[in-house]
Structure formats: structure tokens, C-alpha cells
């Protein structure tokens, strides 16, 4: 992680998992960075995001935590359940979105349940609100991220799959609200990303 400049942030609300799952995520992350040169993901910390990038309009931001103050007071933890893996043409990574066959539900409302409290606070040129806010949004464990061509996907998915599998659910119980920067976010914008965190949640 680079040094943090305060210069245009980008903020985000992560679910974090537990230390196993930090544990081996993070191991694969610095494997295809040693073995594949791909280091995109492993400029993050090891999440699931809850809600992804947004500018945040003029203004301090302590109404906006106290808004996510009130979401976070009436969750409840609800657990997170591994369903392989999860595609896009940005990466891939460990789908958690499911819960045996069906979607997540108690992981979908607590979703929706901090869009709301953010959507006041993001700024009508936010870059990021088309790809976030989708209603295909898919809650996931990224392994490769943004460097890493379709073209190659299938062998790090190779590589990665001789890893331990991850199959035991954990609890949904920390989350972290973060600040991000980068010296160009209409373009490379991974290149050079830091971070900070904000506040972090312990529910339950």
C-alpha cells in the first residue's frame, strides 16, 4: 500500500472476514502477484464489499457516519457461505452472495440498507454509481482484480485451485468504512491506490 494523500477521495463499506479467511486470501494474493506478476487485488484489504466506490458531494463527513451509525445499530450478524466462484470481466473471486442454492438474503437487505444511508452523500458526478449500483450486484471474495486479462484467468484458476478450499461459513459481524485515494480515477486508477481506515463496525 502506497503512502495516503487526502487529494479526491473515494469512499466504501466492506464486510471483513476472519482471520482464516484473511489468512488464505491473502496468501493467494501475494502468490499471483510472485508467480504471475498481478498485483491489483492485492492493493486491498481482504473484503466483501458491501458498498463499492463513491464520491462523496461537499460537506464534513460525520453526517454520513452517523447515517451508517444508525444502519450498522439495527443489523444483526447473519452468516457468509462459500459457492465457488464468482466471474466478471474486471477479475474473479470467491462468490458469497448465496446462501446453499439461494441468494443471501439477510447479506442483500443489509446491503440495501446502506445504500440508502450513502445515497444522499454521493456526488452527481461519481464515476463509480453505474457499476455499483446495478441491480446485479454480487457479493464476493476478489482473488484477481482489474491487471489481470480474461485471457488469463483460466490459468491462475489453475494455479490457485491446488489451494485449500475455503467452505465453512463465518459470521457476518465486522465492517470497515474506508477512504481511498488514487492519482487517476478516470483511468488506471489501481495503480496507485491507498488507503485509510475511517471507523471500523462490530455488530452483535
Known amino acids: 500500500m502506497q503512502a495516503h494523500s487526502q487529494l ?3 469512499f466504501a463499506i466492506y464486510l471483513m472476514p476472519p482471520y482464516r479467511v484473511v489468512r488464505m486470501v491473502t496468501e493467494i494474493h501475494s502468490l499471483i502477484r510472485k508467480q504471475f506478476g498481478f498485483d491489483a487485488a492485492d492493493r486491498f484489504q481482504v473484503h466483501a464489499t458491501i ?3 463513491f464520491k462523496k458531494n461537499d460537506g464534513p463527513l460525520e453526517p454520513l457516519i452517523e447515517e451508517l451509525d444508525d ?3 439495527s443489523q444483526l450478524p447473519f452468516p457468509v457461505y462459500f459457492n465457488g466462484y464468482h466471474f466478471a470481466e474486471v477479475g474473479f473471486g470467491l462468490d458469497v452472495s448465496r446462501r446453499n442454492d439461494e441468494l443471501n438474503l439477510e447479506l442483500l437487505e443489509m446491503r440495501e440498507r446502506i445504500v440508502n444511508a450513502v445515497l444522499p452523500f454521493i456526488s452527481p458526478d461519481c464515476e463509480f454509481m453505474a457499476s455499483d449500483l446495478s441491480e446485479n450486484f454480487k457479493a464476493h471474495i476478489t482473488l484477481a ?3 489481470i486479462p ?3 484467468h483460466s490459468d491462475v484458476l489453475r494455479f490457485i485451485n491446488e489451494a485449500p478450499k ?3 461459513p463465518f459470521a457476518a459481524d465486522t465492517f ?4 481511498f485515494c488514487s492519482d487517476d480515477w478516470t483511468g488506471l486508477w489501481w495503480h496507485s491506490l491507498s488507503w485509510r481506515l475511517i471507523k ?3 455488530i452483535g
Open 51 to 53: 458498498k463499492g466506490f
Open 200 to 202: 471500523t463496525w462490530h
Open 166 to 168: 475455503l467452505t465453512e
Open 71 to 73: 444502519a450498522m445499530r
Open 145 to 147: 482484480f482489474r491487471d
Open 150 to 152: 480474461i485471457s488469463m
Open 8 to 10: 479526491d477521495p473515494r
Open 176 to 179: 470497515h468504512f474506508m477512504e
